[in-house]
């Protein structure tokens, strides 16, 4: 247990569904991140909130959708995906503004159909 | 631009051996270098961070040292045990980030035979 927690731990949706993966973390960081890992690939960075505010966003699609409505809370609203978007997506906060360890949920294993 | 790079990508040994894995970055201006574990299907488990300051850094059987001007990190594992079968990853933050945002290499992937 990292202290970072994601929900669901396996996803498979269809290419019309809307879903959403939601990450937690109680450790008092003030950053949050969505990273994709997909096969054969180095972990990308897709979004960055730091204090609940979007700062960072790495050209990802208008079909991943984030919010982070607390610092304690982000999601990742998905809708109209692609096989290709098969992947790990994976969760992690920090302190953007100290030397800290980033820490990393279980990962959310989603299947695109 | 910051690249990270890993070698080897994989790697078996037989328990009980000493073993060294590699990290390169190709920008010195780090601001700290994180290694994490990775098991099959799994997220990531933080091992050790150094801060761009500090030369090594030690947990247990693990130590990681920090060459910056080199460019170079390397995790060496002491007595390995099948346990410490998984992938291990390093990743970077850069000091012009104000995000805490990592580059990752792609991993090393680790087998140890008992």
């Known amino acids: 247990e990292t202290g970072v927690t994601q929900t669901p731990r396996h996803l498979v949706m269809g290419m019309t569904n809307k879903k959403s993966l939601k990450c937690e973390q109680h450790l008092g960081h003030n950053a949050m991140y969505w990273y994709k890992q997909s096969a054969k690939k180095p972990l990308e960075l897709m979004f960055v909130?730091?204090?609940?505010?979007?700062?960072e966003n790495n050209s990802v699609p208008s079909r991943f959708s984030p919010e982070c409505p607390n610092s304690s809370h982000l999601f990742l609203h998905l809708h109209t995906l692609q096989p290709e978007d098969s992947a790990l997506y994976l969760c992690a906060s920090s302190q953007y503004d100290r030397v800290t360890e980033a820490f990393f949920g279980q990962g959310t294993r989603l299947t695109v159909v | 631009k910051q690249e990270v790079t890993q070698i080897p990508a994989a790697l078996s040994v037989p328990e009980g051996e000493n073993l060294v894995l590699n990290c390169s970055f190709t920008?010195?201006?780090?601001?700290?270098l994180q290694w994490f574990r990775q098991d099959p299907g799994k997220g990531l488990t933080s091992l050790l961070l150094i801060q761009s300051s500090q030369r090594e850094q030690t947990s247990g059987r693990l130590n990681a040292s920090l060459d910056k001007s080199s460019g170079r990190s390397t995790l060496y594992i002491a007595a390995s045990q099948p346990g410490d079968s998984a992938t291990y990853l390093c990743?970077?933050?850069?000091?012009?980030?104000?995000?805490?945002?990592?580059?990752f290499g792609q991993g090393t992937t680790l087998q140890v035979k008992p």
């Open positions: 909130y730091s204090l609940e505010e979007r700062v």
């Open positions: 920008d010195s201006a780090i601001y700290n």
């Open positions: 990743a970077v933050r850069r000091t012009s980030s104000n995000t805490g945002k990592l580059i």
